[in-house]
C-alpha cells in the first residue's frame, strides 16, 4: 500500500488493526494510528433525530447514552448493537440483531463494557461512532427445552 504524507511516499505494512508501521524512503520508520473503521461505525449527524447542530451538545448526549447503556450492560447481562442503533437513530440491519456485548465479571468473553468509538473532526457538529461490540452474542443465552 502506498501513502503519501509530508510530499513524499511512504510504504505501509499493517501490524494489527488500528497500527500501521511506515517506512519511508531512507528506511527510517515510525508506529502510527490510523483510524480505520470497523463493520459497526456509524456517523451521528443530522439523519438522526436526536443530532443538534452543537457539537459540545451531541457530546454530552453520546457519553450519557454510552453510560446508560454500561448501566444496563451490568444489570441484564448483555445489550444488542440494535438497542443502540434504535436509540440513537440509525437504520437496524441484521447484523444488529446478533452482536453486542456481554457482562460476565467472573468469566469475560469481552471488554465487560460498552465503548461508542466517538471521534470529532475540528468543530463539526457530526460525530463518528465506532463500536467495540463483543462480535456475536446469541450464542450466550441458554437454548430453550
Known sequence: MNLKTDERKVRAKRMDSSFFLRIDNNCSYERSVIFMES??????????????????????????????????????????????????????????????????????????????????KGEEPNIELDFNVDGIITNWFKKES
Open 39 to 120: 463493520m459497526y461505525s456509524q456517523v451521528f449527524d443530522s439523519k438522526c433525530p436526536l443530532w443538534d447542530k452543537d457539537q459540545k451538545f451531541n457530546l454530552i448526549l453520546l457519553k450519557s447514552k454510552q453510560l446508560y447503556f454500561n448501566e444496563l450492560l451490568r444489570a441484564r447481562g448483555y445489550v444488542f448493537l440494535r438497542d443502540i442503533y434504535e436509540d440513537l437513530g440509525f437504520p437496524v440491519t441484521l447484523k444488529t440483531l446478533f452482536v453486542g456485548w456481554v457482562y460476565d465479571s467472573e468469566n469475560p468473553i469481552g471488554d465487560n463494557f460498552i465503548d461508542f468509538g466517538i471521534t470529532t
